[in-house]
């Protein structure tokens, strides 16, 4: 009762099968192990990157500073009497 056999792992697979089709399980894997290589080497490049991003990375400029000052709406706030 605490395992199943492999006659019940047989039926769920051919009830997936039945319900999903073999077009779309196929899909369906094509599409996780794609996901899973990006994943993986999205991971990889990114530990290269930082090291570099890091020794490129260029100071902040003044001016996207002041374009923000610009559009800021400075407001007084006064409480209900």
């Not at 319900?19 to 990889?44: C, E, Q, Y």
């Amino acid at each position: 009762m605490g395992s199943f056999s492999i006659w019940h792992w047989l039926i769920v697979l051919l009830v997936v099968v039945l319900i999903f089709g073999t077009k779309k399980l196929k899909n369906m894997g094509s599409d996780l192990g794609g996901a899973v290589k990006g994943f993986k080497d999205g991971m990889k490049s990114g530990s290269e990157g930082t090291a570099e991003a890091d020794a490129q990375a260029s100071p902040p400029q003044v001016g996207a500073q002041k374009s923000a000052a610009a559009n800021t709406v400075d407001v007084e706030a006064r409480t209900k009497s």
